[in-house]
C-alpha cells in the first residue's frame, strides 16, 4: 500500500487493499475471539480480602524496587523531554 501511494500514486489501488486489509483483520478478530470464548475456563474467584502492608525486609525492599523502576521507566524520560524541549527554546 505504501508503495502504490508513494510511489506509483494509484490511490484506488491502495485504499482498495486497505480495505480489503481490514476486512481481513476483522474477520480474522471475529474468528479468534469464538475459539477463545470456546476454549475458556470459568473460573470461581472470591472476593479479596483487606491489601497487607509489606512486612519483612525483603517485603519492603520489593516494594520499593518495583515503585523505583516504574518511576524510572515513567518519569525519567517524561523529565528527559521537558528538558529537551525547555533547551530547545
Known amino acids: 500500500m505504501w ?11 491502495a ?18 475471539s469464538n475459539v477463545q470464548s470456546r476454549q475458556a475456563v470459568t ?5 479479596a480480602g483487606r491489601p497487607r502492608s509489606p512486612r519483612t525486609a525483603r517485603q519492603r525492599a520489593s516494594v520499593a524496587s518495583t515503585v523505583a523502576g516504574l ?11 521537558v528538558a529537551r524541549l ?3 527554546r
Not at 3 to 11: D, K, N, S, V
Not at 15 to 32: E, H, K, N, S, Y
Not at 43 to 47: A, K, V
Open 3 to 13: 508503495r502504490l501511494t508513494t510511489q506509483a500514486f494509484e490511490l484506488r489501488m
Open 43 to 47: 473460573l470461581r474467584l472470591r472476593r
Open 71 to 81: 518511576v524510572a521507566i515513567v518519569v525519567d524520560p517524561l523529565g528527559r523531554l
Open 86 to 88: 525547555a533547551a530547545g
Open 15 to 32: 485504499a482498495a487493499l486497505a480495505f480489503l486489509q481490514l476486512v481481513a483483520v476483522t474477520g480474522l478478530m471475529l474468528w479468534w
